[in-house]
């Protein structure tokens, strides 16, 4: 297997436009992918992408799996699909995952621990929430989960959204690529600072099914239908909402503190009742 530098690789890097390139990027934007969805999505022949799938195979930038299925199986074997490896990924990313890993490893050995870096991963996403912010808080209702895969492609993650299996129960928001996978392999506080995240900004709770941290093709994220209409109303009407919550439950809480007393009072009033002043 060739290292990350050599000359298949480095051309992956620099973005050299070779057929062979297309293909391994194509596995890269869209995830885990058969031969015939490459074919169709790269305008090529299935005989065409075997023989670049079979080069990058040797060259250790892709390996052949199994797809992965969500929910029930169909009967039959499930299709052969190709999936860029570590040293693939490593093609690609800009990033210094080993800094990164190196970094949080300081940050836990000063005396913080998992929650210093716990506290590090939501802060470095509160960093970037702007823009993702922004991108979901102007797209409609419906438009919402599609606008923040759009935005997380802009920072390369290259997501996608799509119906989940089951189109009545949600959506599914994929990132087929990771720029700090090696550094979540280590330190998943950095996978779930970011699922966190995702339940805020969209309203609701969100389920992580797959990380490419774990050895998964594409990070999966289910996000169940409604979600976008909990996420559309305006800042003002939550914090009206929660203001008008804490009101009743100070009401509530003033009952239950007036009935507990009133029995006393009661109490109190039959006792001294038929005495004279003192």
Not at 115 to 121: G, K, L, N, S
Request: net charge positive.
């Amino acid at each position: 297997m060739k290292k990350v530098g050599e000359a298949p690789q480095e051309e992956l890097a620099t973005g050299e436009r070779s057929t062979r390139n297309r293909v391994a990027r194509s596995v890269l934007d869209h995830g885990p992918s058969t031969v015939s969805e490459l074919a169709e999505r790269l305008g090529l022949t299935q005989a065409a992408v075997r023989r670049h799938l079979d080069a990058l195979v040797t060259d250790g930038i892709v390996e052949a799996r199994e797809r992965r299925v969500y929910g029930a199986r169909t009967r039959g074997r499930p299709a052969k699909v190709f999936a860029l490896t570590d040293c693939g990924r490593d093609a690609f990313d800009q990033s210094y995952d080993k800094l990164a890993v190196d970094a949080l490893h300081w940050i836990g050995e000063q005396g913080g621990g998992d929650e210093a870096i716990a506290a590090f991963a939501r802060a470095r996403i509160a960093a970037q929430a702007g823009a993702y912010r922004e991108a979901v808080e102007a797209a409609a209702p419906e438009e919402r989960t599609r606008a923040l895969a759009k935005a997380l492609s802009a920072d390369g993650y290259a997501a996608t959204a799509r119906s989940a299996p089951d189109p009545q129960q949600g959506e599914q928001l994929c990132q087929h690529h990771c720029p700090v996978a090696h550094a979540a392999e280590r330190f998943p506080q950095l996978c779930e600072a970011e699922t966190e995240f995702f339940a805020e900004l969209l309203g609701t709770h969100v389920q992580r099914l797959a990380t490419i941290a774990h050895g998964d093709g594409v990070c999966t994220t289910f996000i169940p239908k409604g979600a976008q209409t909990a996420a559309s109303a305006p800042r003002s009407v939550k914090a009206a909402r929660t203001s008008q919550t804490s009101k009743q439950a100070s009401t509530q809480t003033s009952k239950t503190s007036a009935k507990k007393t009133s029995p006393h009072i009661h109490n109190a009033s039959a006792n001294t009742a038929g005495r004279n002043p003192a």
